[in-house]
Every structure is written in C-alpha cells, then in structure tokens.
C-alpha cells in the first residue's frame, strides 16, 4: 500500500511538473517549431523540495525510482526524434544533388527546309522536359526543407523535456541523499546523469548545425522554382506554338517547290489567281471580324456583369440578445443577410448562364473568324511563294519582267499570324472558361443548399417568435377586452363546468332566485371563470414553453449546419476574401453573443414561465383546494374537480344561502296560490249575493255566474302563474306584456261578446225579469223569458217561435215586464171617432173583454187620448187585462176582437167609427 501511495503521488507530481515545464507533450507532435522560453529552475527546484519534505525515505526512493523509468520514456522519444530527423535531412541531400545533376538540353536548331520541321519538335520538346523535370525535383527539395524543420522542431521538443527531466532528477537524487533515503537506482547518478546531458548537448548541436547548412542551402528554391514554373510555361507554349504551325510551314515548303516546277507562263497565272483570291478572302475577314469583335464584347459584358454580382455584407454585429425582442431583431437581421445571399447565389448562377450562352455565341463566331483568317494566311503564303519565285527568275534572266503583271509590287502579303494565334488563344482560353463554368462543383452546391437549410431554420424561428408574441399578448389580455365571442365561449364554459360539478339535487336548489343566492352564484361563477381563465393561461404557458423548446432544437439545428458550412468553406478562405468574411460571420453566429446568447434568453424565459406557472399553480391551489407543485401540470391541475378552497367554500355558502332561498320562496308561492284558490270563490260569493236571482226555479246556480266563476279561477291562476314565476326570480315582464297585448286582442276581436256578458250580469243585478216572465222589448210583441245565458237571452213568442236576443241588445232596449202573479199583462188600442157619445163603445168593449174564459177579473179601460174637431171627437182607449195562460194570447186576443165585433154589429153604431190596435 505505501509504494502503491507514492507511486501515485509521483505520477501526479510529474505529471504537474511537466505540464508547468515548455514542450510538454508527445515527441511526435506536429506543431511550429518552439519558441525559446528560459524556465526558472530554481523555482522548480524548491518546488520539487517542497513536495518531498516530510516524507518517509521510502517514499522519497519510491518517487526517484519513479522518475528513472520516467527517464527511459524520455530519452526513447529523444532518440526516436533524432533518427527522424537525420534520415530526413538525408532526403534533402538526395533531393538537392537531384537538382544539380540534372544536364541542360541541346538548342532548338533553325527551320530552313521541311525536314527541319521535325527536328525542331523534338529539340523543344526536350526542353519542356527538361524544365518539368527541375519543376519536380525542385518542389520535392522545398518540400522535404519544410520537413526538415518540422523534424527539427520535433526533436527540440523532445530534447528540451529530456533536459527537464534530467534536472528532476538530478534534484530529487540530491534531496533522497540529503535525507538519507537509502540505496538509489542507478540511473541517478551522477556520471550517468552527466553522460546523458551530454548526448543531449552533442545531438541537439549536431541538429542545429544540420539545420542551418539545409536552411542555407534552400534559400534560393522558392525564386528558383518560380523561374523554373515561369520557364517551363514559356516552353510549352513555344512546343504548342510549333505544332501549330507545323502543318502550315511544311505546306510554305511544298508551295515553293510547287513554284520552281511551274514554267513561267503558268508561274505568273497561278501568281494572279492566288492574288485575287487573297483578295476576296481579305474582304471577308473584315465581316467575320466585325461579328468577332460584336462577340467578344458581348462575352465581355456578360463576364463584367457576372463579376459584378458582390457578395452582401454581413450586417453589423448587434448587442448581445437579452429579451425576446432583441433576439428577433437581431434574427431578422439574420434571415435579410441571408436572404440576400440565397438572391445572390441565384442572381450569379443567371450570370453565369448568360455568360456560357455568350462564350458558344463567341466560339461560333471565332471559329469563323479563324477560319477565314487560316485560309487567307494560306493564301499569303502561296502568294509569297509565288512572289519569291518570280523575283528570283527575273534574277536570273529565267523570265522577262515584261510578261509579269502590273500591280505586282503592290500585293499584300502580310499574313495575319498575329490576328491568328489571338483568335486561336481566345478560343482555347473560353473553351477553358466555358468547361470551368460548366464543371460541377459539390461544394458550391452543397453551400448553396446549406444556405438555403440556415434560412429556413432562421424564418421558422422568426414565425416561432411571432407565435410568442400573439400567445403572449393573449395571455395578458383581460376578459373585458376580450372579443365578444370569446367571452361568450368562456361564460359557456364556466356554465357547463359549475353545472358538471354541482351536487345532485343542486339543480332542485337552483330554482331560487334570491338575492342572496344570486350574489353567491356570481361569486362562484367568478371563481369558476378565474378557474376557466387559468386553464386556458396554462394551455397558453404550456405552448409558449413548447415553442421556446423548440427554438432551442433549432438552434442547435442551425450551429449544426453551420458547422457543416463552415467545413465547405475552409476550402475557398484562402482564395476569396468575401469567404473569410462570410466564415468569420458564421463563427461570430455560433460564438458567446450569437446562439448561445439566443438560447440563453430561450432559457430564461423558459424560467420566467414555469415561475409564472407556479404562480397559477398556487393561485389554482387556492381555488380547488387541488394541489400541483409541478409547473408542467397546472393544465392537469384545473382540470380536476374543485372540491375545496374557495369554490368550495363559495359552493356551499350558494347551497345554504339557496336552501334559505327556497324556504322563504315556498313561503311566498304558497301564498299566492292560496290567494288564488279562495279569491275566486270570495268573489262569486259576493256576486251570488249581490245578485238575488243568481238561481234558476229549480234552485241551480245562474249560468252566468257559472261562467264568471271559470273566468274567475282562469284569471286567478294566470295572475298567480306570474306572480310564481316573478317570485323564481324570471323576467316575467315579457310574459305580461305578451299577455296583456293577447287579451287586449281578444277583448278587441269579442267586443260583442264581452258586452253580452257585461248585460248578463247587469240583467241579474238589476232583477228586472226573471226566467218565465213575459216581458216586451221596446216596441216588439211580447214574449216568455225561457233561458237566460252569459251571451243571450231565449225568448218564446205567443206563436212558439224561439227567439235569441244579445244581452247588450236587451240592456239596451226599453224592457217592459208583463207577468204579475202567473198572470200575464195584455191589452189592446181601441180609437173612437164619432160625434155621439162614445159609451156605448166603451159598455160594449168591456162587455166582450168580460166575456172571455182565459181573461181574469182584474181587466179595465184606460183613456190614452183625447182630440176634438169641430163636433166629432177622438178618443183613444186601452183595454186591458191580465192572461191565465200566456200560451193562449193569441187565441183569446181573437175570441176577444170576434166578441167586440159581434157587440158592435148589435148596437146602433151609425156615425160612430170604431178601431182595433
């Protein structure tokens, strides 16, 4: 156990001591080469001293021993980095006496005949490899130099921890000797120690020497590889030069000894016709290079205007986000920048075709151009030979100047080499453009996708944002200044959640409508709308936290695909700086202020909420009585039923204040019904007693009060219906309304009807006639009262036709009543004109009257008129008489009229007139 503690704590020991030390690390590791740092070894020293003071000396051994086997590991990697490093230094060696060994090639010899042609070629091509050769060897020697010093560094690392090492050690040996520790490895001594640092010093001088000698060496390899590049281009373009002419300078030879086997005659026609011909060719160069030139500028705009298209800047950077409204101000920022560069990447993309779609316009029209520019180079040098020839016949005296024809010094035989190898160079170079264009390029595509991913992310958090804010605005807005319909989807819903939770018979109990009980159901209702309000502010809370979530995974979405983009655009950051703006800014994005500043503040409202939710949690706990101390469970929570807290108890103050209610209405509705039971039979009583004839003969009740009484108890209820009704707390006032109005109707529409009730009650008030009676209305005949009903009375005429008459007709005529006794009153109208003495007339009627069986004894005469004229005298009687039997009026009023007549016919009545009502 105690060897196992100090091994731990030396490993920890060195471990820190290293990591305090320069050149920490692995041997092999790639990096710069390191910068000279003086280390304070003192410092170390004390340190080292510090950590071993007061340790047992076995533990002091153990930590030395420790640093031994350490030791090995050093020197290894040391050794290692060594041997790296010579072998690379060999490869330079090898690479630079490559250079040197390489032989310049032999000149390219000069091209007087065709045969000459080849020998050219070969000559030139021998000097292109040449300089592709030096361009190989020489990039090998810079790149095995630039390997060199990375050995070199590599084995100063390694050297420099060895060194270190070995000052541990020397110390902690030193320390373990001062205290005694015993017997130690042999490593730690001093000699070995000392060998050691030598063959650290020997090596490390030995590579530095290396490394100055291939540092001095390679000084001149970059200028000479550029001369080399520079040279070896040169050559290649003279070798493709020459090919390109090969054909035409062996056709030159073929023309001129084509020209000295022609006779003289045919020399000079063959000299006219080719003339003429270059003539017409040199005519139509001048079109195809119009069409040329038009084509070149067309190419020209369009790759002007492609170059035109810039990237946009990337906005400024803003202040760190801290709320919600920054954060989308600064995404959309964000989403123009990137919305700018998806246009800008579509607007290059349109440039670009227009600029291929003008590059074929251009070749189509170069490949004209240096056509008709090849043929009229052809045609120069036919002429030329031709030309050559001729001269040196007349030189000769072979031919006659006289037969060669005029105009012949004025030919043209410039030959448009130049315009040629332009036009040809041209072709090849949009040829090169045009397949540069066409090319596909992965990257390209895959950054112009990943731009197309980084703004869809930004606009769905955009939209995200948008739904906070309009969650977030109806989470603060109030009932009242809620809409309408809104409000009324709320009321509904507090009405369907009181009703679903009230108790079985509270539906019986809600029948009470006091004032009491309404203050208690609002206070409930209240409750219960706070409840509703919570439910939907929880729904509201919990979306609002899901869309936050939400923002966060898209956030992370987009550091992902940023981090894809940015890996595509390492490959164009040295190239374009427009690329390196764009990297910085996608850095910036995905540094402290950018996303995780944004997720920050996703955070923090996500904290602001769920205190929030708590909040409603405990406000929901005070409603039901239902407790929740999880914030993503207050939805869970108001859903449950509210048993206790202050719906409870706003339950059970409305059941007790309703029972309460109901017994003082059951009271009240009580009364009313009383009252609408007694008062109708108070009032027929009253009218059954005001009215003496309220019975018929056989002692039944009048038909009329039969009728008031129904109307009576019809009236009595409905008014108590209402009453009932206003006292459950309804608006009857609609019910009365529409009552009233329905009776005024009526009362309208039976105006006749209603009068004959009002005369059949004034008919009996009056007692005027009863039924039996024989009574005369106004002037008509008499007739017996045989029923008397609300609406009519039945009258029985002495013929025993049936009459029915209205009750307003009745009180509204004169009613003469002529029964007395059983007897019914008669009488007739007798006019005497005469001038004698009427009592004979008189004696004569009463006689006859008298006479009658059905006449009783209580008969008599009356004068009803008196007129005179000169001598004759009017006089104007009423005989009358009281009937047995009223069915026999008739037939005693003719018995009576037969016995006046037979009286009359008896007596002496001249002069005397005699009339009969």
Known sequence: MLHIRILSAGVAFLSALCLALPGNGRSDEKAPPPKSVLVDREQVRKELEAKLTGRAPAEVVAFVEQLAREWVVRKGAYELAHRRFTSQAAEVSKDRQRVDDLKAPAPVPLVLRSADVEAALKAEQAVVDHHASRVKHLEAWNGAAAALAVAGADFDRAARAADDHLFAMRTASAFAAKVGAGKLPDAVEAKQLDDAAARIKALGSEVRAALEKATSDSAGVEKQLVDARAASDAAAAKLEALKGAQADTLAAFRFEEQARSMAPAQLVDEFAKTRKSLAEKTGAISGDAGDYKKAVASASDARHSLNAVKEPPPPTRAEVPTSLEQTTRALAGVEAYLTARVRNSAEREEKANALISALDELERRAVAYSTTLDDARRLAAQVTAFATETERRVGNGDLDAAQVPAGFGDTNRAQPDGELRAVTLTIQQLRQEREQLRKPDPDAENIKALTGHLLARVDERLNLLADLRALAHSYAVPYKDRPEAEQKRLDQRVTERVNGEAAEWDWLLAFDRSKASASAAELLSADYRELIDFDDQADTLKRQKEALENLVDLGRREAADIAKLRTVLEKYEATSESTRTWDEWLRLRTASGGLKAEETTYRDEVSRLNAVSLATARRVEALTGNSATDANKVTEQTKLPAGGGEIGKARAELRAARIRGLRETGIRIGIVLLCAFILPRVMIFVLGRAIRGGTNEAGS???????????????????????????????????????????????????????????????????RFKVGDVVRLGTGEPARVVGLTWRSTALKNATGLMLSVP??????????????????????AVTVSTDKDAGKVVTVLRGAVGQCKNVSADNGVAVVRYSQKGNVKVVEYRFWWFLKDYEARTKTRDEVFARIALGLSQEDMAGIEVTLG
């Open 701 to 767: 009740p009048s038909p009329v009060l039969a009728a008031l009484r129904r109307v009576l108890k019809v009236g009595a209820w409905a008014v108590a219906l209402v009453l009932v009704l206003n006292i459950l707390g309804y608006d009857v006032t609609a019910l009365v309304m529409a009552l009233a109005i329905g009776v005024l109707a009526l009362a309208l529409a039976a105006r006749p009807m209603i009068a004959d009730v009002l005369g059949s009650v004034a008919i009996f008030a009056e007692r």
């Open 807 to 828: 009750n307003r007709k009745v009180t509204e005529l004169t009613v003469e009543n002529l029964s007395r006794g059983g007897e019914t009153y008669d009488a007739i």
